[in-house]
């Protein structure tokens, strides 16, 4: 069965470290997205892209990179953790036009903390 | 801008009917999903409503008035298996989704 999963799911690190979050999908989708989701926030959009080579800024880029060398994997890499980027972090992927209001399909989320 | 508003908490007894709102502002209009999800679990996807009027699919109907900005979620008799929290969303400008903060449900003993 087509599945899209996320590593670590659980991760604790210390301000100013590098720190990359795996997402990978089997169901061949074009679009992908990485959110963060906080107590008393909706899911906000961190990047987007919608093929190999192609990457763009969501709601709350600021300290955040992804990259897209494949149609499976969107890493999303934190380049000097910071103590307000500990949250849960969801890979998302859909098919269909290229846009982000499609039907998603969400990994299990990855839980960061930063100390 | 774009907003969401959704109550942030609701209860209800097994077997109830429970109506859970979400009114919205856009500049435009691109459809409004609803997604359900379980604590500590991923979002999935519950409807898709771009016409006004109710959509019904098994317990679970989605409602939209695009005059009003507003939708709703209802869940017929309720089981122990929807206490989650409940999360509308809609497009903004550029197609990315904007979500509300979600209304957790939660079920009396």
């Known amino acids: 069965d087509a599945e899209i999963t996320q590593s670590p799911r659980h991760k604790i690190t210390e301000t100013g470290r590098q720190v990359t979050l795996a997402c990978h999908q089997t169901?061949?989708?074009?679009?992908m997205f990485w959110y963060r989701q906080d107590l008393g926030h909706g899911l906000r959009l961190i990047h987007y892209s919608y093929g190999v080579q192609d990457t763009n800024k969501g709601e709350v880029s600021d300290g955040y990179s992804v990259s897209r060398s494949n149609t499976e994997d969107l890493p999303l890499t934190l380049e000097s953790a910071a103590s307000s980027q500990t949250s849960v972090y969801f890979c998302?992927?859909?098919?269909?036009?290229?846009?982000?209001?499609?039907?998603?399909?969400f990994g299990a989320g990855s839980r960061l903390t930063v100390l | 801008g774009q907003n969401i508003d959704q109550p942030t908490e609701m209860t209800a007894t097994e077997g109830a009917i429970v109506q859970i709102n979400c009114t919205y502002q856009?500049?435009?209009?691109?459809?409004l999903f609803w997604y359900q999800q379980h604590a500590g679990e991923a979002p999935t996807f519950l409807s898709y409503n771009v016409l006004d009027g109710l959509e019904e699919k098994g317990r679970f109907s989605s409602f939209l008035s695009r005059s009003k900005g507003y939708s709703y979620l209802l869940l017929k008799e309720l089981q122990m298996k929807d206490s989650a929290s409940y999360l509308c969303?809609?497009?903004?400008?550029?197609?990315?989704?904007?979500w509300g903060a979600g209304t957790k449900l939660i079920k009396k003993p």
């Open positions: 998302a992927s859909s098919g269909g036009e290229l846009s982000g209001a499609n039907v998603l399909t």
């Open positions: 169901w061949n989708h074009n679009n």
């Open positions: 969303a809609v497009p903004d400008s550029n197609y990315q989704l904007i």
């Open positions: 856009t500049s435009g209009f691109n459809g």
